[in-house]
């Protein structure tokens, strides 16, 4: 952890909060959302390139987060000739008679 670029002491009224892995952690949402201050963001990323620590969780959650939304994009509906194969083949290995799926 590197603190040095952060004066503790200083009375600017835009210091930041973001001197330890905590408030880096507790930022991570919101920096991969890309809702942060820029500000924030600046802070945020002058520490994870300081912190192998934090820049191996970000790489961890970013994949995450990545994989989550690569799951969410093919929402595509089932076509009716695809629904049809498969009420046939229900149909067939357990001898029901659907008329419709899902
Ligand atoms: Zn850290």
Redesign the pocket.
């Known amino acids: ?1 590197n603190n040095n670029n952060f004066d503790s002491n200083s009375n600017n009224p835009e210091k930041l909060e973001i001197h ?2 905590g408030d ?2 507790a930022r991570m949402g919101d920096y991969v959302e890309n809702e942060l201050l820029r500000p924030e963001r600046l802070a945020v990323e002058a ?2 390139n ?2 192998p ?2 820049a191996a ?1 970000f790489a961890s959650y970013k994949h995450v987060i990545d994989s989550a939304a690569e799951l969410r994009e093919p929402e595509q509906p089932i076509s009716v000739e695809v629904q049809n194969r498969l009420r046939k083949a229900l149909n067939t290995r357990l001898g029901l008679n659907l008329s419709y799926i899902a």
Request: charge should be negative; include cysteine; aromatic fraction near 8%.
């Open positions: 952890m330890e892995c880096v952690v520490h994870l300081d912190c620590g934090c969780f």
